[in-house]
T-cell receptor
Framework: GENVEQHPSTLSVQEGDSAVIKCTYSDSASNYFPWYKQELGKGPQLIIDIRSNVGEKKDQRIAVTLNKTAKHFSLHITETQPEDSAVYFCAAGGSWGKLQFGAGTQVVVTP | KAGVTQTPRYLIKTRGQQVTLSCSPI?????VSWYQQTPGQGLQFLFEYFSETQRNKGNFPGRFSGRQFSNSRSEMNVSTLELGDSALYLC???????????????FGPGTRLTVL
């Protein structure tokens, strides 16, 4: 089955700096790669996703890149703000309603 | 459009009891997936339902079961509760086009289950 590894487990950045989280996956059949942000006491919130036919996608300060050959995908947050502090999860899946999640990255943005 | 709703939000049970959790998907979404979230194991897939049928199942014991109704609402049941079942149970709904899941899963706030 699919296995997703996520690094780092914690990430501290100064406000205004960039944050990068990296994930690798094992199942070459996976074709959908979402990123979720989870704040304390809430469910995961979808922030950006990418499909296997695309190498990069950007939405304001957030971007995701995908290297399907190497089975790597990354989340980039630029100009970080205190409200970006949360746990971020990567996931891999396909058109079958099941996502395999990474272990999560605790991001702390200090003013 | 209203998001995914889950009830109850919090639940306390004792070992050996059973529990039923409920999930109402986003209007128009017919696929519902359930996940268990714990500090040690992270987010783990339990099962997925579409059109009242279980399509996918994760690696959980038979004590964990679910069902989906004709209005796409879903319930999951855990029987003979164990201490290790304490977790946040999350439900997510997805949109389908011609029976093909579009991938995006939208999560509810979860039900926090504590087993004493």
């Amino acid at each position: 089955g699919e296995n997703v590894e996520q690094h780092p487990s914690t990430l501290s950045v100064q406000e205004g700096d960039s944050a990068v989280i990296k994930c690798t996956y094992s199942d070459s059949a996976s074709n959908y790669f979402p990123w979720y942000k989870q704040e304390l006491g809430k469910g995961p919130q979808l922030i950006i996703d990418i499909r296997s036919n695309v190498g990069e996608k950007k939405d304001q300060r957030i971007a995701v890149t995908l290297n399907k050959t190497a089975k790597h995908f990354s989340l980039h947050i630029t100009e970080t703000q205190p409200e970006d502090s949360a746990v971020y999860f990567c996931a891999a899946g396909g058109s079958w309603g099941k996502l395999q999640f990474g272990a999560g990255t605790q991001v702390v943005v200090t003013p | 459009k209203a998001g995914v709703t889950q009830t109850p939000r919090y639940l306390i049970k004792t070992r050996g009891q059973q529990v039923t959790l409920s999930c109402s998907p986003i209007s128009g979404h017919r696929s519902v997936s359930w996940y268990q979230q714990t500090p040690g194991q992270g987010l783990q897939f339990l099962f997925e339902y579409f059109s009242e049928t279980q399509r996918n199942k994760g690696n959980f014991p038979g004590r964990f079961s679910g069902r989906q109704f004709s209005n796409s609402r879903s319930e999951m049941n855990v029987s003979t509760l164990e201490l290790g079942d304490s977790a946040l149970y999350l439900c997510a709904s997805s949109f389908e086009v011609q029976g093909r899941n579009q991938g995006e899963q939208f999560f509810g706030p979860g039900t926090r289950l504590t087993v004493l």
